[in-house]
C-alpha cells in the first residue's frame, strides 16, 4: 500500500555535506490531504536506531535530535512526495545507516519508532577521511 525509497547517502569526510532524499509512494500516501508525518532515523554498528529528525504534513512543525540540531535540516516538497534531509558539518559519529519512515495518519509521539507503519530499505552514510 505504500512505499519508501531512501537515497543520497554515502562517504564523505568530516566537515563535509550530504543531502539524503526519502520518495513516498503507494496508495497510502497518494491522499495530498494527508497527515503524513515523516522522520529520519538511523543505527550505528553496536547501537539501537535513534531517532534524528521529523517533519509534520505541513511542514511547519520539526523536530530534532540534540545529537544533530543546527547541523541537519529536514524539509519536504509536499507534492513531490519527498522529504529532505540536508546534513551539514558532519561528524565522524553521524556515520550510521539512516531509514526514513513515515504515518498517513500522523503520530501523537514522534520519537516512537512503533508509531511509524512505512520505513525505508535505509541508506549507508560513512563519515571518515
Known amino acids: 500500500q505504500g512505499q519508501l525509497v531512501e537515497s543520497g547517502g554515502g562517504l564523505v569526510q568530516p566537515g563535509g555535506s550530504l543531502r539524503l532524499s526519502c520518495a513516498a509512494s503507494g496508495r497510502a500516501f497518494s491522499d495530498i490531504t494527508a497527515k503524513i508525518t515523516t522522520g529520519w532515523f538511523r543505527q550505528a554498528p553496536g547501537k539501537e536506531r535513534e531517532i534524528v529528525a521529523v517533519?509534520?504534513?505541513?511542514?511547519?512543525?520539526?523536530g530534532y535530535a540534540d545529537s544533530v540540531r543546527g547541523r541537519f535540516a529536514i524539509v519536504e516538497d509536499i507534492t513531490a512526495r519527498t522529504v529532505h534531509l540536508q546534513m551539514n558539518n558532519l561528524k565522524p559519529e553521524d556515520t550510521a545507516v539512516y531509514y526514513c519512515?513515515?504515518?498517513?495518519?500522523?503520530?501523537?509521539?514522534?520519537?516512537?519508532?512503533?508509531?511509524?507503519?512505512?520505513w525505508g530499505q535505509g541508506t549507508r552514510v560513512t563519515v571518515s577521511s
Open positions: 517533519i509534520s504534513w505541513d511542514g511547519r512543525r520539526k
Open positions: 519512515a513515515s504515518n498517513p495518519n500522523g503520530v501523537s509521539s514522534w520519537r516512537d519508532q512503533s508509531e511509524y507503519l512505512y
